[in-house]
Every structure is written in C-alpha cells, then in structure tokens.
C-alpha cells in the first residue's frame, strides 16, 4: 500500500485515532469493512497498542494503522441527524468532525433537524413557509461548512421521501438515487426534512421519518433494480448498507437511571428500551427533552441495519468521540467497568455519548429445568475451546446452582454456583457465590454483549440491593435482595485476565497456576471497609493483605482450589 500523505491540518484527526486505543480485534473489524485485509506485517503492528501520541507529522507516517484508516478502499454510509441549531462555532466544529469520517471512508448521509420549531409544518403558509427557510439556511451553513473543511458536500434539495397511508413514510428508488449518485462520488448528501404527499406537493415533516424511511431503503435489496445498482456500485467500493446511525445534539447522550442522571455508555435496546423509557425521571424532559424520541429512532433504524450496527448519540462537545466510535464501534468506557471507578476519575459527564446498540434480549433462569443443556454446551464448548464432560458438569451443577444468565439463543452465559456448603470450616464467609463460567460465543465477541452479560452478573450479585442494579431482564431480582461478593478462578496465563482484573476488587495467586479474583459487595465498597491504599484494577498485586480481609481469603481459596475441572483431560 502507498505511504499516505498527511497534511499538516490533519494532526487532530491523527491524534483522535491514536487516543480511541484500538485493540487488534477493532482494527481487524475497522479494515474488514473499508479496506482490504493488510499483509501480516501491518497487522502485527496495527495490534501493538500504540506509540506515545506523535510530536511530528513524521512520526505518523510511522505508523501502520493510521496508514490504512487514512487510505480506506471502500465507502460506507452513515445516517446523520444534525440536530440544531447550532451556532457558526458549533457547526464547523461538526463539520470538520464529519470530514474526517468522509476521509476514513464513512460518507455522512445527512438530515437536518431542529428543536426549536414544530417536526412538521402548521396549516398556516406563512409559518410554514419560515421554517423551510430556517431548516434550508441550516442546509447551506452545512454544506458550507463542510467545504471549508475540505470535504465535498452536496445539497439534495429533492424531494428524498414520499407520504403514503396513515402518514407512513417510504423512500423510492428514484428517491434513493440522489443519496446513492453522492456516496458513490465521494460527496455528503445533506437532505431536508421533506416528502412528496400524494398530490406530489412538498411537505415538511419530522427528520426522524426520514431517518427511519431511509435506513429501511438503504438496507433493502428486495427490489432488483436496487440490487443491480447496489451490485453495481459494490464493484466500485461502494455498499449503500448503513453501518452507524449518529445523532448530533446539544443535550448529549440517554440519561441513566443507574448513573443519576449522567448519560448511559452501552445500552442494549432488546433488553432495556422498555424499562428505560417506563423509568425516565421527569426533570429529565426539561434537560434532555429529545432523549426518548431520540431512543426510538435508534431502536427504529437499527432494526433494519446489519447486526454489527450501532448508533451513537453524541453532544457537539464530544467530536473526537465520532471517530473512536467509528475504529472501535464501542462506548467511550466500558459499561461493565466498576461504577465506582468511573465516578472517581470524573470519566464520566453531561457530554459523554451513549452508543447503542439492538443487542440480544437477557434472561436470569434459576433452575436447570430451564436451560437448554445442548445448546450451553456447544455454546461452552465453542467459547473455551474444549470438550466438556457433561455428565459431572451438570451433576454438580443440579446440586450447587445458583442461577445462569442467557443472553440470546445462547450467545453468551454466566454460570454462578454456590460453593463451601459442604466445606468443615464453620465460617462467617461461606458458602460463597462463585462464577463457574462466562462464556461468550467467539461470534459475538466485540458487539457489546460480553458486556450487557457482565452488568447483569453484576446487577444480581455484588451489586444488588443498588440503586442502580434494577436489571429489567427476565427472571432476574429487579434489583431487591442483598449484595453478595463474587469470587472465581482463572487459569495465570489467561489473556482474559487483565480484563478481569479491571473489573474485579482484587486478586490473590492460588496453588495450580490459579488467580482466584473477587467483587466486594457494593455495600461494602461503599461503607469505605478498605484502606485508603486499595485501587481498582489489580491494585492489590502491591498491597499486604491482612486482618479481617486476610481471613476471608483463607476461607475462599481451598474452596476455590477444591472445584473440579468441568472438561475432558487434553488428549
């Protein structure tokens, strides 16, 4: 692949991509989609993690991975709701934000929108007739901007949708030319909120029918002149499938019932769209009164997307975040990091987005009677790659269940039992809950899931009794018990590790090559029972364990140690 030319106004764009941190996975599924697979050498440097942040324009052209994000081979669209107004300031800053999206191959498709006037136009002509002129001003500030920042940008003033039955909304092929012509000429589209009523007059109507009319147009391919100009277009690096769905506000991302109010990271749509909309607080209406509708449009367009697709709803303060989003496809900061973390370090605030994502719907079942043992075996078995010995495993499990957590069809599942009940040591800290298994399939690694299982685990064990662990999934305890400390074991050259050690409150080196890991009770965390020396993350590697932590230590580990294999010895 050529050297890329990097232009000296380029630096910040340079800079955001080296700050989203990649991992390997993320690069490899960033280049799946708009490049084609690099050489071995470039992809053992793309998964290096990367060099401290360039001092030079030099120094980028070092690197491998920026290369090939710069010097996309394929476009793909993005829907885009601009959702003004917005000053001069503000939109240039969007703009450039949408330009270096256009440059790593994502090509905005845009629908301007306003919150200051009606989603539709009002019988009076007059009226009408001044919002068009505002929502056509926001076009060609849009477009204007946009050339500034060296991106071309193409006004669609053409009636895009159409008014059918019952005010449904749908986009024609012809309709759906004029977005296709500009994506596969490099340009934005920016489209007005318009469509042709039946007596083909234009009217102005929300921009979120739009949105939703167009995503359904952009994924289909059931008409076969859509699937001779798609095929067409393929041929030329172009694919009109929409792989994000983005939203530019001026509120920023879903406000949180588990987060007071600050916007949710991760939101899985199958599992939480009904609790979060049945639980919006209503001084949330006042501070983010488009939230819900905004939510709705996400969980509209994403339904007909591909199952990688996201959205992200994102505050105009935040444009560095489109473009980790766009490498990385995921929240700013884990969702299933500890809660506590992410509040002392401040890493969360008003203008954090929400990424979202349709996800798979949860269920916490209680008894064996309720699992499919087939399909958790192969779902066990794909994931650790190794044959289980089913007979022992699911012995033990009928007697020490506590409960599993199905995500899908088996996509992922936490597997808890109760351990030390048996155990000749009269202990205050036993029995103990103890995760025997998370598992998720290799399939699904890195859309979100191994995280909406992770904070259902949490939300049922070391965080119950919360404020904030009212998990809505099927079976589970709605948030109403007591939190119990969660303990398991990994194998010490585990490469899952260090992701547990950033979600677990400690770890301690057991006999066998284990680590055995635990969550304290949130109770506990937040009573301030630890020392002032203790940190998330494996803080504990440096600290002396002693006292009444020592104590429940020795209770745990021969416990822990004493659970035997669930698999067939390697041949």
Known sequence: MDAVVIEADDQDLILSILQAHPSARDSRSYLSSFAPSPPPTSLTSSSKTPD????????????????DILNPILRRPALVKIQGPFTDTQLNSISRGMAYLQR??????????????????????????????????????????????????????????????????????EGLDHVRRAVDEGEIPV????????????RRISSDKVLIALSEAMCSNTASSSINANDALHRRGIDLTPLRLLIINREGGVPSYARSGLPHLLINLSSEYEY??????????????TALANLSL???????????AS??????????????????????????????LLESEEKLNRDTPTVLRKGL??????SMDQVDKGKLTALLESSFRRKLNEEAFYTRLEKDLDFVIVIGDYAGAAITTIEGRDSSNPSAHLPICYL???AVDPKHQGDGTVDFLWVSLRDETYGLGTPDASNPSEGSLRGIGKSRELIWRSRGNNPVNKWYFERSSGFVSADGGWKVFWCDREERRRAGVEDDEREFGGGWLSRIIEGEEKGRLMDWVPVVESIPSAWHPVE
């Open 52 to 67: 401290p942040l360039p001092q030079s324009t030099a120094a980028t052209k070092a690197n491998p991975l920026v290369s």
């Open 104 to 173: 790593m191959g994502l090509v905005p498709v845009i629908v301007i929108d306003r919150d200051d006037i009606p989603s539709s136009e009002p019988s009076d002509n007059v009226a009408a007739q001044k919002q068009r002129t505002l929502v056509m001003r926001d076009v060609e500030r849009v477009v204007h901007y946009l050339s500034r920042a060296r991106a071309g940008a193409r006004p669609v003033l053409s009636t895009v949708a159409r008014l059918g039955e019952k005010g449904g909304v749908y986009v024609e092929e």
């Open 191 to 202: 489209l007005l909120p318009v469509a042709l009523d039946e007596g083909c007059r234009s």
């Open 276 to 289: 979060i909309t049945s639980t919006f607080r209503p001084q949330w209406r006042h501070t983010h009164p």
């Open 298 to 308: 996400v969980d509209a367009c994403l339904s007909f997307m591909p199952p990688n």
């Open 311 to 340: 959205g992200l709803v994102v505050s105009h303060r935040s444009p560095a975040a489109l473009i980790a989003n766009l490498i990385t496809n995921k929240p700013a900061h884990s969702a299933s990091l500890p809660h506590a």
């Open 361 to 366: 719907p949860v269920k916490v079942l209680r």
């Open 436 to 438: 025997d298994k998370f």
